[in-house]
């Protein structure tokens, strides 16, 4: 395999950080680095394979040579300067929101549609962080039963909200332990340590924020399946890392809990975590820091109407690896 050259854009944050250890970690063929930020982090070192390597200014000129961009910067820069990465040879993967609906960009979880990749204009999206770790226990029950309506809370973690989030989450815990005020939240909307926040992204006119409208825009061109209904409530939580999310999934046709476990056992990407007599379930602390979506509490769905078939199951993931930086590695890896 050649040795290509990889630049990430926004190399200083929770992604792009966590892009360089997964890089490492899968020996991605790395022949140069050329970790990219904003003004702020000019010459700022990162460490790559041991090595500082100093940040470079995240500028046009600087995808002169580039064989690959892994995208984890804001939605804002990713348009600005992705496309002068394409005008200059490379192809993209990016994780923010600006190009996922464009109907010329693949949008791609692996597990699930990774024959997409090849139909790619030089950029590919990852998906939303609670998307892809919904999707990769969903996609192999859909493929066995027929989706036909999906139903999912999510309780995220503050380091979705970025570097930005998890130092916010961490301040507060150590303000709210020492009996102290906690102030400003920002970027939270209310103080979360102790707090559930019920809003993530803003709302729209039918009440429901820009996240959880993620979950159907983004499912359905995932899964090729443009009907799909989906109603998504989107929770952010006090919880460092990983996101955790109840879903309940109609079917087609008949599936049975052993069935579905048996499926979601040999599905790539999930490991079933589900023995309810030793109080064995998923829980993001011991998702945190790994690639699989663990999945338990797999149910019936006692509320399904007469001759409905419909399963509720409880999963988490850590969603800067599997929902950000992995997913991103994975589709370079079939660019490779
Ligand atoms: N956090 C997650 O769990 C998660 C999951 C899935 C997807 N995502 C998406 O991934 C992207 C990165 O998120 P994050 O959580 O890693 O955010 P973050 O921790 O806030 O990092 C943002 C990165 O973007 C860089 N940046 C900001 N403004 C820039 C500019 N004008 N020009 C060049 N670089 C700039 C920052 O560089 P400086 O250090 O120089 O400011 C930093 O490296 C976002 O689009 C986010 O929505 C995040």
Same mark, same amino acid.
């Given at each position: 395999?050649?040795?290509?050259?990889?630049?990430?854009?926004?190399?200083?944050?929770?992604?792009?950080?966590?892009?360089?250890?997964?890089?490492?970690?899968?020996?991605?063929?790395?022949? @140069?680095?050329?970790?990219?930020?904003?003004? @702020?982090?000019?010459?700022?070192?990162?460490?790559?394979?041991?090595?500082?390597?100093?940040c470079?200014?995240?500028?046009?000129?600087?995808?002169?040579?580039?064989?690959?961009? =892994?995208g984890?910067?804001?939605?804002?820069?990713?348009?600005?300067?992705?496309?002068?990465?394409?005008?200059?040879?490379?192809?993209?993967?990016?994780?923010?929101? /600006?190009?996922?609906?464009?109907?010329?960009?693949?949008?791609?979880? $692996?597990?699930?549609?990774?024959?997409?990749?090849?139909?790619?204009?030089?950029?590919?999206?990852?998906?939303? *962080?609670?998307?892809?770790?919904? =999707?990769?226990?969903?996609? $192999?029950?859909?493929?066995?039963?027929?989706?036909?309506?999906?139903?999912v809370?999510? !309780?995220?973690?503050?380091s979705?909200?970025? #570097?930005?989030?998890?130092?916010?989450?961490? @301040?507060?815990?150590?303000?709210?332990?020492?009996?102290? $005020?906690?102030?400003?939240?920002?970027?939270?909307?209310?103080?979360?340590?102790e707090?559930?926040?019920?809003?993530?992204?803003?709302?729209?006119?039918?009440?429901?924020?820009?996240?959880?409208?993620?979950m159907?825009?983004?499912? @359905?061109?995932?899964?090729?399946?443009?009907e799909?209904r989906?109603?998504?409530?989107?929770?952010?939580?006090?919880?460092?890392?990983?996101?955790?999310?109840?879903?309940? *999934?109609?079917?087609?046709r008949?599936?049975?809990?052993?069935?579905?476990?048996?499926?979601?056992?040999?599905?790539?990407?999930? #490991?079933?975590?589900?023995d309810? /007599?030793?109080s064995? !379930? $998923?829980?993001?602390?011991?998702?945190?820091?790994?690639? =699989?979506? !663990?999945?338990?509490?797999?149910?019936?769905?006692?509320?399904?109407?007469?001759?409905?078939?419909? =399963?509720?199951?409880?999963? *988490?993931?850590?969603?800067?690896?599997?929902?950000?930086?992995?997913?991103?590695?994975?589709?370079?890896?079939?660019?490779?």
């Amino acid at each position: 395999m050649s040795e290509k050259t990889v630049a990430i854009l926004g190399a200083t944050g929770v992604v792009g950080q966590q892009m360089l250890q997964c890089l490492e970690e899968r020996n991605f063929p790395v022949g @140069r680095l050329v970790p990219l930020a904003s003004e @702020r982090s000019v010459g700022k070192p990162v460490t790559f394979r041991g090595e500082d390597v100093p940040c470079q200014l995240a500028a046009a000129d600087a995808f002169e040579g580039v064989d690959i961009v =892994l995208g984890a910067a804001d939605d804002a820069t990713a348009r600005a300067l992705l496309p002068e990465a394409v005008k200059r040879g490379a192809v993209c993967v990016d994780n923010s929101h /600006a190009f996922r609906l464009e109907p010329d960009v693949p949008l791609v979880v $692996p597990e699930v549609n990774a024959a997409d990749i090849a139909a790619h204009h030089g950029i590919i999206a990852n998906p939303n *962080c609670a998307t892809i770790i919904g =999707l990769v226990p969903v996609w $192999p029950l859909h493929q066995a039963a027929g989706l036909t309506r999906l139903i999912v809370s999510t !309780y995220q973690a503050a380091s979705g909200a970025g #570097k930005p989030g998890l130092d916010e989450l961490v @301040r507060e815990i150590r303000c709210v332990a020492a009996g102290e $005020p906690v102030g400003e939240s920002a970027p939270f909307q209310y103080q979360l340590a102790e707090n559930l926040i019920p809003q993530i992204g803003g709302f729209n006119e039918e009440g429901y924020t820009s996240e959880e409208m993620k979950m159907q825009n983004e499912g @359905r061109k995932i899964m090729h399946l443009p009907e799909l209904r989906v109603n998504c409530t989107c929770v952010r939580v006090p919880v460092v890392r990983s996101h955790s999310e109840s879903i309940t *999934c109609e079917f087609e046709r008949p599936i049975s809990v052993d069935e579905a476990r048996a499926i979601l056992e040999a599905a790539p990407g999930v #490991k079933v975590v589900d023995d309810p /007599a030793t109080s064995r !379930y $998923p829980m993001p602390l011991e998702t945190s820091d790994q690639d =699989l979506i !663990y999945v338990g509490r797999l149910r019936r769905d006692l509320s399904a109407p007469e001759g409905v078939s419909s =399963l509720t199951f409880w999963c *988490c993931g850590d969603q800067i690896r599997k929902g950000a930086a992995t997913n991103a590695v994975q589709i370079a890896e079939y660019l490779v």
